[in-house]
């Protein structure tokens, strides 16, 4: 009976594929919690982005990125948490966290793009990612909060390359990962 279930299954997965496409079958499938996609805070002439996906295992992973921002124009990236090494090899996803019913989503964010951490390559804290648009019309948007951990610190570096305290606005359910 299961194996008559999934190729049920399969067979309308195809069908719908066949007859809508495929960038509306990755937005009806992919983006199951509000959370997914891409944000933008906005600071002056700089963009700071978040794209965040829910993975099989029910965690939120992610990456975040700095870009010139004029005049509605994306340019130069100033800094990237997504790198990608000359070997091919890419920095596993920098965010990492669980959804949680009272509070949205939080866990560890690793700040892999500060500047003067001689040694480690990247500096830990905690995030706390909750919605606060309550409007249906009104653009989503979260609060983005990032807090040192606590603990012994040798060769301490205050501060983080990214936003602690901001208010971030979904622009998109696709991740942006460019």
């Known amino acids: 009976m299961i194996d008559f279930i999934k190729n049920i299954y399969k067979i309308s997965l195809l069908l719908t594929l066949t007859l809508c496409g495929?960038?509306?079958?990755?937005?009806?499938?992919?983006?199951?919690?509000?959370?997914?996609?891409?944000?933008?805070?906005?600071?002056g002439n700089e963009l700071f982005v978040?794209?965040?996906?829910?993975e099989d295992d029910g965690k939120?992973?992610?990456y975040y990125k700095k870009v010139e921002y004029?005049?509605?124009?994306?340019?130069?990236?100033?800094?990237?948490?997504?790198?990608?090494?000359?070997?091919?090899?890419?920095?596993?996803?920098?965010?990492?966290?669980?959804f949680y019913l009272e509070s949205?989503?939080?866990?560890t964010v690793n700040d892999n793009t500060i500047v003067n951490n001689p040694d480690e390559n990247f500096k830990r804290g905690r995030y706390q990612m909750q919605i606060t648009s309550s409007c249906t019309n009104c653009p989503i948007t979260a609060t983005?909060?990032?807090?040192?951990?606590?603990?012994?610190?040798?060769?301490?570096?205050?501060?983080?390359?990214i936003?602690?305290?901001?208010?971030?606005?979904?622009?998109?359910d696709e991740i942006d990962l460019d």
């Open 50 to 54: 978040v794209s965040l996906w829910k």
């Open 22 to 43: 495929t960038n509306e079958i990755k937005a009806q499938f992919t983006i199951a919690s509000p959370y997914e996609g891409t944000w933008h805070y906005q600071d």
């Open 104 to 107: 949205g989503i939080s866990g």
């Open 70 to 98: 004029n005049n509605g124009t994306i340019g130069a990236t100033i800094l990237n948490s997504r790198k990608v090494y000359s070997n091919g090899a890419i920095f596993p996803p920098v965010i990492s966290g669980n």
């Open 144 to 161: 983005w909060k990032v807090e040192e951990t606590s603990g012994l610190r040798v060769n301490y570096v205050p501060g983080y390359s």
């Open 163 to 172: 936003p602690t305290d901001v208010i971030l606005t979904k622009v998109s």
């Open 60 to 62: 939120f992973r992610g």
